[in-house]
Protein backbone atom coordinates (compact mmCIF):
# COMPACT_ATOMS: atom_id res chain seq x y z
CA UNK A 1 0.00 0.00 0.00
CA UNK A 2 1.28 2.90 -0.58
CA UNK A 3 0.76 5.96 1.78
CA UNK A 4 1.09 9.72 0.98
CA UNK A 5 0.99 12.53 4.06
CA UNK A 6 0.50 16.34 2.76
CA UNK A 7 2.99 18.45 3.74
CA UNK A 8 2.03 22.17 2.70
CA UNK A 9 1.54 25.30 4.62
CA UNK A 10 -1.61 25.60 2.30
CA UNK A 11 -3.19 22.49 3.22
CA UNK A 12 -2.01 23.12 7.21
CA UNK A 13 -3.38 26.18 7.90
CA UNK A 14 -6.93 25.18 6.50
CA UNK A 15 -6.66 22.05 8.55
CA UNK A 16 -6.07 24.48 11.36
CA UNK A 17 -9.34 26.35 11.01
CA UNK A 18 -11.15 23.18 10.51
CA UNK A 19 -9.86 21.58 13.51
CA UNK A 20 -11.41 25.33 15.25
CA UNK A 21 -14.20 24.59 17.65
CA UNK A 22 -14.89 28.03 16.96
CA UNK A 23 -15.83 27.17 12.75
CA UNK A 24 -18.82 27.86 11.38
CA UNK A 25 -20.50 25.08 9.60
CA UNK A 26 -20.53 26.89 6.58
CA UNK A 27 -16.90 27.24 7.00
CA UNK A 28 -16.53 23.88 7.73
CA UNK A 29 -18.52 22.94 4.71
CA UNK A 30 -16.24 25.23 2.39
CA UNK A 31 -12.82 24.42 3.79
CA UNK A 32 -13.29 20.15 3.22
CA UNK A 33 -14.30 21.35 -0.17
CA UNK A 34 -11.16 23.49 -0.66
CA UNK A 35 -8.87 20.85 0.96
CA UNK A 36 -10.40 17.98 -0.93
CA UNK A 37 -9.65 20.09 -4.44
CA UNK A 38 -6.18 20.53 -2.84
CA UNK A 39 -5.79 16.20 -2.46
CA UNK A 40 -7.36 15.33 -5.29
CA UNK A 41 -4.30 16.57 -7.05
CA UNK A 42 -2.35 14.39 -5.14
CA UNK A 43 -4.55 11.40 -5.10
CA UNK A 44 -5.09 11.68 -8.77
CA UNK A 45 -0.93 11.43 -10.03
CA UNK A 46 -1.60 7.74 -11.45
CA UNK A 47 -4.83 8.57 -12.64
CA UNK A 48 -5.15 6.15 -16.06
CA UNK A 49 -4.69 8.46 -19.72
CA UNK A 50 -4.41 7.13 -23.03
CA UNK A 51 -2.69 9.41 -25.88
CA UNK A 52 -5.39 11.97 -27.59
CA UNK A 53 -4.76 13.34 -31.42
CA UNK A 54 -6.15 16.93 -31.59
CA UNK A 55 -5.23 20.16 -33.73
CA UNK A 56 -4.49 23.13 -31.94
CA UNK A 57 -5.22 26.18 -34.03
CA UNK A 58 -1.47 26.20 -34.84
CA UNK A 59 -0.69 22.56 -35.44
CA UNK A 60 -1.46 18.93 -34.60
CA UNK A 61 -0.38 17.38 -31.33
CA UNK A 62 -0.74 14.73 -29.05
CA UNK A 63 -2.25 15.17 -25.79
CA UNK A 64 -4.20 12.50 -23.06
CA UNK A 65 -7.77 12.00 -22.50
CA UNK A 66 -8.64 9.64 -19.18
CA UNK A 67 -9.22 6.17 -20.16
CA UNK A 68 -12.20 4.15 -20.16
CA UNK A 69 -13.83 3.05 -18.29
CA UNK A 70 -13.70 6.22 -16.38
CA UNK A 71 -12.64 6.54 -12.80
CA UNK A 72 -15.41 6.07 -10.18
CA UNK A 73 -15.87 8.29 -7.01
CA UNK A 74 -17.20 7.04 -3.66
CA UNK A 75 -18.05 9.13 -0.98
CA UNK A 76 -18.69 7.72 1.88
CA UNK A 77 -22.22 8.98 3.33
CA UNK A 78 -22.19 10.84 5.40
CA UNK A 79 -19.05 12.88 5.73
CA UNK A 80 -18.08 12.23 2.41
CA UNK A 81 -20.41 13.79 0.67
CA UNK A 82 -18.81 16.67 1.97
CA UNK A 83 -15.29 16.28 0.07
CA UNK A 84 -17.52 15.03 -3.23
CA UNK A 85 -17.67 18.60 -4.94
CA UNK A 86 -13.88 19.16 -4.65
CA UNK A 87 -13.33 16.42 -5.93
CA UNK A 88 -15.97 16.41 -9.35
CA UNK A 89 -14.24 20.07 -9.59
CA UNK A 90 -10.70 17.67 -10.27
CA UNK A 91 -12.19 15.44 -12.65
CA UNK A 92 -15.89 16.43 -13.79
CA UNK A 93 -16.13 13.35 -16.41
CA UNK A 94 -16.02 10.95 -13.42
CA UNK A 95 -18.66 8.48 -12.71
CA UNK A 96 -19.79 8.75 -8.60
CA UNK A 97 -21.33 6.15 -6.62
CA UNK A 98 -22.63 6.10 -2.94
CA UNK A 99 -21.81 3.94 0.17
CA UNK A 100 -23.77 5.14 3.31
CA UNK A 101 -22.24 3.40 6.31
CA UNK A 102 -22.63 4.41 10.17
CA UNK A 103 -20.15 3.08 13.02
CA UNK A 104 -21.55 2.10 16.14
CA UNK A 105 -20.44 4.00 19.01
CA UNK A 106 -20.40 1.73 21.22
CA UNK A 107 -18.71 -1.31 19.25
CA UNK A 108 -17.26 0.76 16.92
CA UNK A 109 -18.45 -1.90 14.17
CA UNK A 110 -19.25 0.21 10.83
CA UNK A 111 -22.39 -0.94 8.74
CA UNK A 112 -23.67 -0.19 5.41
CA UNK A 113 -26.93 1.23 4.98
CA UNK A 114 -26.93 2.40 1.47
CA UNK A 115 -25.28 0.91 -1.51
CA UNK A 116 -25.57 3.02 -5.31
CA UNK A 117 -22.71 1.36 -6.62
CA UNK A 118 -22.22 -0.05 -10.82
CA UNK A 119 -22.61 -4.09 -10.43
CA UNK A 120 -19.30 -4.59 -11.81
CA UNK A 121 -16.25 -2.73 -10.84
CA UNK A 122 -13.96 -4.43 -13.00
CA UNK A 123 -11.31 -2.62 -14.52
CA UNK A 124 -12.39 0.21 -12.61
CA UNK A 125 -10.05 2.93 -10.58
CA UNK A 126 -12.16 4.07 -7.36
CA UNK A 127 -11.44 6.97 -5.55
CA UNK A 128 -13.41 6.89 -2.02
CA UNK A 129 -13.53 9.67 -0.11
CA UNK A 130 -14.00 9.95 3.78
CA UNK A 131 -12.89 12.86 6.09
CA UNK A 132 -11.85 10.91 8.59
CA UNK A 133 -9.99 7.54 8.93
CA UNK A 134 -10.32 6.55 12.66
CA UNK A 135 -10.01 2.74 13.69
CA UNK A 136 -10.17 2.58 9.91
CA UNK A 137 -12.67 0.40 10.45
CA UNK A 138 -15.41 2.03 7.84
CA UNK A 139 -12.92 2.23 5.15
CA UNK A 140 -11.56 -0.73 5.11
CA UNK A 141 -15.20 -2.16 4.92
CA UNK A 142 -15.59 0.01 2.18
CA UNK A 143 -12.18 -1.15 0.19
CA UNK A 144 -13.34 -4.58 0.32
CA UNK A 145 -16.82 -3.61 -0.60
CA UNK A 146 -15.13 -2.25 -3.64
CA UNK A 147 -12.71 -5.19 -4.77
CA UNK A 148 -15.25 -7.60 -3.75
CA UNK A 149 -17.39 -5.56 -7.04
CA UNK A 150 -14.33 -6.30 -9.36
CA UNK A 151 -11.86 -2.46 -9.31
CA UNK A 152 -8.38 -3.35 -9.46
CA UNK A 153 -7.28 -0.09 -8.14
CA UNK A 154 -8.68 2.05 -5.13
CA UNK A 155 -7.20 4.95 -3.93
CA UNK A 156 -8.83 6.44 -0.37
CA UNK A 157 -8.73 10.07 0.20
CA UNK A 158 -9.11 11.29 3.85
CA UNK A 159 -8.42 14.70 5.37
CA UNK A 160 -7.07 13.28 9.05
CA UNK A 161 -5.78 9.70 9.46
CA UNK A 162 -4.29 7.41 12.76
CA UNK A 163 -1.49 5.55 13.00
CA UNK A 164 -3.97 2.79 13.91
CA UNK A 165 -6.31 3.34 11.21
CA UNK A 166 -3.29 3.46 8.69
CA UNK A 167 -2.82 -0.04 9.99
CA UNK A 168 -5.80 -1.48 9.58
CA UNK A 169 -6.22 0.02 5.84
CA UNK A 170 -2.77 -2.01 5.60
CA UNK A 171 -4.30 -4.93 6.83
CA UNK A 172 -7.23 -4.52 4.48
CA UNK A 173 -5.40 -4.25 1.22
CA UNK A 174 -3.16 -7.24 2.07
CA UNK A 175 -1.04 -7.26 -2.01
CA UNK A 176 -3.76 -5.17 -3.71
CA UNK A 177 -3.44 -2.01 -5.23
CA UNK A 178 -4.39 0.54 -2.60
CA UNK A 179 -2.83 4.23 -2.13
CA UNK A 180 -3.69 6.07 0.78
CA UNK A 181 -4.13 10.02 1.04
CA UNK A 182 -4.05 11.99 4.08
CA UNK A 183 -4.16 15.64 4.98
CA UNK A 184 -2.61 14.81 8.16
CA UNK A 185 -1.39 11.81 10.10
CA UNK A 186 -3.14 12.71 13.95
CA UNK A 187 -1.34 11.14 16.76
CA UNK A 188 -3.84 8.81 17.63
CA UNK A 189 -7.34 7.99 19.07
CA UNK A 190 -9.21 8.72 22.38
CA UNK A 191 -11.15 6.28 25.05
CA UNK A 192 -14.42 6.80 22.20
CA UNK A 193 -12.32 6.20 19.20
CA UNK A 194 -12.17 9.60 18.14
CA UNK A 195 -8.97 10.70 16.09
CA UNK A 196 -6.76 12.92 18.78
CA UNK A 197 -6.30 15.95 17.99
CA UNK A 198 -8.87 15.50 14.81
CA UNK A 199 -11.94 17.98 14.49
CA UNK A 200 -14.64 15.96 15.96
CA UNK A 201 -17.26 14.61 14.75
CA UNK A 202 -16.79 15.40 10.77
CA UNK A 203 -20.82 14.35 9.63
CA UNK A 204 -22.21 16.77 12.83
CA UNK A 205 -20.06 19.46 11.86
CA UNK A 206 -20.80 19.23 8.19
CA UNK A 207 -24.64 18.78 8.41
CA UNK A 208 -25.74 18.62 12.14
CA UNK A 209 -27.04 16.10 14.32
CA UNK A 210 -30.17 14.94 12.69
CA UNK A 211 -28.93 11.85 11.63
CA UNK A 212 -28.30 10.71 15.33
O1 LIG B 1 -12.40 4.71 11.11
P1 LIG B 1 -13.65 4.48 11.87
O2 LIG B 1 -13.41 4.16 13.32
O3 LIG B 1 -14.56 3.47 11.22
O4 LIG B 1 -14.43 5.88 11.95
C1 LIG B 1 -14.52 6.73 10.85
C2 LIG B 1 -15.93 6.80 10.33
O5 LIG B 1 -16.75 7.53 11.26
C3 LIG B 1 -17.33 8.65 10.59
O6 LIG B 1 -18.59 8.37 10.08
P2 LIG B 1 -19.87 8.18 11.01
O7 LIG B 1 -20.06 6.74 11.36
O8 LIG B 1 -19.82 9.15 12.13
O9 LIG B 1 -21.06 8.55 10.04
P3 LIG B 1 -21.50 10.02 9.50
O10 LIG B 1 -20.57 10.34 8.38
O11 LIG B 1 -22.90 9.80 9.05
O12 LIG B 1 -21.40 10.99 10.64
C4 LIG B 1 -16.35 8.96 9.50
O13 LIG B 1 -16.88 9.79 8.49
C5 LIG B 1 -15.93 7.60 9.03
O14 LIG B 1 -16.80 7.03 8.09
O1 LIG C 1 -12.73 11.60 15.25
C1 LIG C 1 -13.66 11.03 14.62
C2 LIG C 1 -13.80 9.63 14.60
C3 LIG C 1 -14.80 9.07 13.85
N1 LIG C 1 -15.66 9.89 13.17
C4 LIG C 1 -15.52 11.25 13.18
O2 LIG C 1 -16.31 11.96 12.54
N2 LIG C 1 -14.53 11.77 13.92
MG1 LIG D 1 -20.41 11.02 12.25
Redesign the pocket.
Known sequence: MRVFVADHPLITHKLTVLRDTKTSQPTFRLLIEELMTLLAYEATREVRVEPHAIETPVAPTTGVKLSEPLPLIVP?????LGMLEGMVKLVPTAEVGFLG???DEET?Q?TTYAERLPESLAGRQCFVL??????????AAAIKFLFDRGADDVTAICVLGTPE?VEAIEQAAGDREVTLVLGALDDGLNEQ?YIVPGLG????RLYGTA?D
Open positions: ILRAGMARLPDPMLATGGSLGADAGDG
